[in-house]
């Protein structure tokens, strides 16, 4: 026979695990932060170098699924599987999310 309560008991009790061991990690790092700073911020130049390089990656991305979104908007309302006045929805926030692109440039530089 099985207990009613096992699922319930079991994922309370893996989240309370994953929230102590959260915050251990976060408390571990304050610590190291403070008394030992010269290793925290060699392992932010690490960080940051590897976060220009996510970020140089995403806005690849968005530029490229931006185009394909333009592309295969028009090609679709050539075809009549799309009207005209969507694909000029589809180009006004393709040319937003552009120029976010450019603001999170200029404001942050990377």
């Keep these: 026979m099985t207990n009613a309560y096992q699922g319930t008991v079991s994922s309370s009790y893996r989240d309370s695990n994953v929230r102590l061991a959260s915050i251990a990690l976060f408390v571990f790092f304050a610590l190291l ?3 030992a700073p010269d290793t925290a911020h060699a392992a932010a130049g690490q960080l940051q170098a590897k976060g220009d390089e996510a970020i140089a990656w995403i806005r690849i991305a968005v530029g ?3 185009v394909v979104a333009v592309m295969g908007s028009g090609v679709m309302a050539a075809f009549g599987q799309m009207s005209w006045k ?4 589809v180009l006004i926030g393709c040319v937003v999310a552009g ?3 450019v603001v999170v440039t200029a404001l942050f530089g990377a």
């Design 99 to 101: 120029l976010a692109t």
């Design 64 to 66: 490229f699924v931006l």
């Design 33 to 35: 932060a403070l008394f």
């Design 86 to 89: 969507t694909v000029g929805q």
